[in-house]
């Protein structure tokens, strides 16, 4: 395994704000950019950082921000007015999607579990590439917009029980175990919802005591997402599954707008690594020989979504 010198950070900060800035210009999200800059440092291109383990373990923190941030962002009032349509639509993509991907994996001797792991994948949207494109066209507001976010809302709540069933994939098969994790998770969170949406703001006692403090109230919501994904950990769920949960009771606090202000630029340093890692993983020798298939999915993904 190899480590990464300072001069190897300074370059991949370097190329991940070039690309960043680059799409950012373009009118694309900058998460674009940074996976092109992990595809030009990774083997397949330059091979500057031939090996991602230096940066899995940032990676995988950035994951637990990732979905921290989601929680952080969940409008649980607003999607409260929409649920039903929103869980329909929903359901009916990944419903769709299985099918399909079942169908092709048929096709293309694919695995059932990778078939899986592609449907799930295709099913989601990017919460915070979408709201971003609302924002830019001034959708926000409108009945699309409202009822846009509410879809992305179920997705992001969907995510839980996928995280887990894929987990058990992980381990070659799917035991009953893995389902009573699903349904401890689902109660967990559906009881966190229902208590959360029917009351005013909570308060946190930890939270308010740094509150106005510029160097603790970042270290505050760090501890709160790291601290329930160690939590969920130890029972057996997913550690991101507590860094969701982590960010939806923080999300619905009165400290709200502080937090999330404060975590910000960690959250945006570890999403960088994140996707970064991610162009790191991409062989595109890999795609070129599996063209016919990368194309079939790409051609479903933007007519099936699309529709």
């Not at 190897?8 to 373009?26: M, Q």
């Amino acid at each position: 395994m190899e480590t990464l010198h300072l001069t190897d950070i300074a370059l991949v900060v370097a190329a991940a704000l070039a690309c960043g800035l680059l799409f950012e210009r373009l009118k694309q999200p900058a998460v674009l950019g940074y996976i092109l800059a992990g595809i030009l440092l990774g083997p397949s291109v330059l091979g500057l950082v031939p090996d991602r383990a230096p940066v899995e373990a940032l990676a995988e923190l950035g994951i637990l921000m990732l979905l921290f941030l989601v929680g952080m962002e969940l409008d649980l009032r607003a999607f409260k007015e929409m649920w039903l349509v929103s869980l329909l639509t929903t359901l009916l993509q990944l419903g769709i999607s299985l099918l399909v991907l079942v169908g092709l994996g048929k096709i293309f001797s694919l695995p059932l579990g990778l078939s899986i792991v592609i449907a799930c994948a295709l099913a989601l949207s990017s919460t915070a590439v979408a709201i971003k494109m609302l924002e830019n066209i001034n959708e926000m507001d409108s009945p699309t917009g409202r009822l846009t976010i509410g879809v992305l809302i179920a997705q992001d709540l969907a995510i839980v029980p996928m995280i887990l069933i894929l987990k058990g994939f992980a381990g070659g098969a799917i035991s009953l175990t893995i389902f009573a994790k699903v349904a401890l998770a689902v109660g967990l969170l559906a009881l966190l919802i229902w208590y959360l949406s029917r009351r005013e703001r909570i308060h946190l006692p930890l939270i308010q005591l740094v509150a106005g403090n510029h160097d603790l109230t970042p270290l505050a919501g760090l501890l709160f997402c790291f601290g329930m994904a160690v939590i969920t950990g130890l029972m057996g769920l997913s550690a991101a599954y507590g860094a969701f949960l982590g960010g939806l009771i923080l999300g619905n606090t009165s400290e709200r707008h502080t937090m999330t202000e404060a975590t910000k630029p960690i959250q945006s340093v570890l999403m960088m690594v994140f996707f970064l890692s991610i162009g790191l993983l991409m062989d595109l020798g890999y795609i070129w020989d599996h063209i016919v298939k990368v194309m079939v999915l790409l051609l479903f993904i933007t007519l099936g979504k699309t529709a």
